[in-house]
């Protein structure tokens, strides 16, 4: 079957660093995205990868090994406005988007 | 800019009902989706549509029925409710099929009692 694993919930505080892993096994693999959402609130698109590496974006990077099944999405210079569930998904060789649970973020002052 | 709208907000429903759950969206996407989002799981597809007048069946398709008669509507319906579908329900849409990333509505949360 098809599976996506992400711890249930992080702790932080706010100014530090925080990575949070995903790791997956997918009937095929057509990329990985990262999204971040708020209590209540919709997803909301963060990044994208499909090749190996690192991507940038501000205070929020996404890495990716295929060969590992393996990505993590790191948040720097933590703010309080980041507290909320980052939910990670791979689109699998049907390119449909298979979700995780997503991690809920805690940041404390 | 709209984006992806859901209606209604929310809804309470006795089981056996029906009801149809709204999506518009106004930035010309091809592809629609209706998820399902329940506590300590992901989300999972119930049905999507790859243009107007297509739709598809999703991981979770039972107990609903779908319409794209337009390009920018999809029409999400629950013939005879049940407690088992109370949930939050995501209307997303997306330019593409690859690497598009999709746009979620503000969700409909839906109680069956």
């Known amino acids: 079957g098809q599976n996506i694993d992400q711890p249930t919930e992080m702790t932080a505080t706010e100014g530090a660093i925080v990575q949070i892993n995903c790791t997956y096994q997918?009937?095929?693999?057509?990329?990985l995205f990262w999204y971040q959402q708020h209590a209540g609130e919709a997803p909301t698109f963060l990044s994208y990868?499909?090749l190996d590496g690192l991507e940038e974006k501000g205070r929020f990077s996404s890495f990716l090994s295929r060969s590992k099944g393996y990505s993590y999405l790191l948040l720097k210079e933590l703010q309080m406005k980041d507290s909320a569930s980052y939910l990670c998904?791979?689109?699998?060789?049907?390119?449909?988007?298979?979700w995780g649970a997503g991690t809920k973020l805690i940041i404390k002052p | 800019n709209a984006g992806v709208t859901q209606t209604p907000k929310f809804r309470v429903l006795k089981t056996g009902q029906s009801m149809t759950l709204l999506c518009a969206q106004d930035?010309?996407?091809?592809?629609m989706y209706w998820y399902r989002q329940d506590p300590g799981m992901g989300l999972r597809l119930i049905h999507y549509?790859?243009?107007?007048?297509?739709?598809a069946k999703g991981e979770v398709p039972d107990g609903y029925n779908v319409s794209r008669l337009k390009k920018q509507n999809f029409l999400l319906g629950l013939e005879s409710a049940a407690p088992s579908q109370t949930s939050v329900y995501f209307c997303?849409?997306?330019?593409?099929?690859?690497?598009?990333?999709?746009?979620f509505g503000d969700g409909t949360r839906l109680s069956i009692l």
């Open positions: 997303a849409s997306s330019a593409g099929y690859s690497n598009q990333p999709q746009h």
């Open positions: 930035m010309n996407h091809e592809y």
């Open positions: 549509s790859v243009g107007e007048g297509t739709t």
């Open positions: 997918t009937s095929g693999f057509n990329g």
């Open positions: 990868n499909v």
């Open positions: 998904a791979v689109m699998d060789s049907n390119y449909q988007l298979i």
